[in-house]
């Protein structure tokens, strides 16, 4: 017995000279990295008063200050930043559904100012600016080695003032102008329709308004086809949706969903992380879904794409998506003004970052450009729509009763509604298309 309690008070003893070998090295590693912190302060304000006092002109002490936060927090990623007081009261205005400008969502890339998507129904859309596309200069005015929040300021103005913008396309041999009429934007977060007995929800923007415009739109259109039973499915439009809030996220994915995970955050520390499960209810009663992406749906829009896909609850169809796979905390600050900080990341149900990488479509189909037509082609298109029933001298069918002939006119004139459709936005008569094969093989068309 004595020789254990001796054995263990070694033991003991010994653990306490390890422990205060290993601390104070540690201890002089933290003074040494709070000494070097002090250091740079320092050497900041030293750097701060020599531009004050010596810099060719006079400078505003405020603005100087302002820009370094700004450029401390830029250099941590390309969506954290500060907010002046007049850039916070714009963002707050954006999450309201209104606010004036090009109506383009943007990063930065490479220097460059990169579109992430153009809003529905913008000037920036009526002017043909696509996602993808990078604004090299703004009125003649390059935009390389701003800040993305400079370059912005650049392009705000007037309502109704004229601004000239210069892009480089993928595919485009040289950069071109192109002219926009700024305006004020009046987001419309969710257009609903009916398509060949389906439901189109086009989701715009993840605001205030977004999950409460979705269930009345949808319920309206069920409401129109006179019940569910009457819908064949529905198309989850998210293509160059640029997010918004995290909480419209989610309520619109649990709208379609019955239980189960729909997206985690996981922050710098495991205490941070946050995790949303989706409570019972589903909109669409258990309808087919299509959810349409592209390189324009970004943030918001890939996590309600994400966690439809893993649950298996829908068909996601288009091209990849954007790759915003962070989540930033806005904090007010002194002065009415805030920082936008990158605080986690999100994860899809299934524990996959999109980080870089986007959501992949469980089927690829790209948007084709449209060609311009000429005359030639429409002659050849008339030409090849001649059929028998065109010949002069043909035989009549008088074996069709009048019901019978009048169900093949609406055969007929709802595969010219779906091949006019192909025509103007192809992805979409896809998608439709995928649930027309949907319900023939349950049986239900």
Do not use: C, W
Request: proline share 3%; aromatic share 4%.
């Amino acid at each position: 017995m004595k020789k254990f309690l001796l054995a263990a008070a070694a033991g003991t003893l010994a653990g306490v000279v390890v422990t205060t070998q290993v601390a104070a090295p540690l201890l002089a590693q933290e003074a040494a990295k709070s000494n070097n912190v002090y250091e740079q302060l320092d050497l900041f304000g030293d750097i701060f008063e020599r531009i004050r006092s010596q810099y060719v002109e006079e400078v505003d002490e405020g603005d100087l200050i302002e820009a370094a936060i700004n450029g401390m927090l830029t250099s941590l990623d390309p969506h954290s930043s500060y907010l002046s007081p007049d850039d916070a009261a714009d963002m707050r205005e954006q999450t309201r559904g209104e606010f004036g400008g090009l109506g383009i969502e943007v990063t930065q890339e490479d220097g460059f100012v990169k579109v992430v998507s153009p809003i529905d129904d913008t000037p920036a859309d009526e002017a043909g600016v696509e996602s993808g596309d990078f604004i090299t200069h703004v009125d003649n005015e390059s935009v390389l080695g701003l800040t993305l929040d400079e370059a912005v300021d650049l392009m705000r103005g007037p309502v109704g003032s004229e601004i000239v913008i210069t892009i480089v396309r993928e595919g485009e041999t040289e950069p071109f102008d192109v002219s926009i009429i700024r305006d004020t934007i009046k987001l419309t977060a969710v257009r609903t329709r009916t398509e060949q007995d389906t439901v189109v929800l086009r989701v715009t923007t993840f605001n205030d308004q977004t999950y409460k415009n979705l269930e009345a739109g949808l319920n309206e259109q069920i409401e129109t086809a006179g019940g569910i039973d009457n819908i064949r499915g529905i198309v989850l439009d998210l293509r160059n949706n640029p997010g918004g809030l995290l909480n419209q996220a989610i309520r619109v994915s649990d709208a379609f969903l019955e239980k189960g995970e729909i997206v985690s955050t996981r922050g710098r520390k495991l205490e941070d992380g946050e995790r949303f499960n989706a409570t019972e209810g589903d909109l669409a009663q258990g309808k087919p879904i299509v959810v349409l992406i592209n390189g324009g749906s970004a943030s918001a829009s890939e996590i309600v794409a994400g966690a439809l896909k893993d649950h298996r609850r829908a068909i996601v169809v288009g091209t990849k998506s954007f790759g915003k796979g962070s989540v930033q905390t806005v904090m007010p600050m002194r002065g009415d003004g805030a920082m936008r900080l990158t605080t986690a990341r999100y994860y899809t149900p299934s524990g996959r970052s999109i980080q870089a990488l986007g959501v992949s479509p469980d089927i690829v189909v790209e948007q084709p450009r449209r060609a311009p037509e000429s005359e030639d082609d429409e002659e050849a298109a008339a030409r090849g729509a001649r059929s028998e029933a065109d010949l002069r001298g043909r035989l009549n069918n008088d074996s069709l009763s009048e019901d019978e002939i009048r169900q093949i006119e609406e055969d007929n004139a709802r595969a010219e509604e779906a091949a006019k459709l192909r025509e103007e936005d192809y992805q979409l008569a896809y998608a439709i298309d995928i649930l027309k094969g949907l319900t023939a093989l349950n049986g239900n068309e």
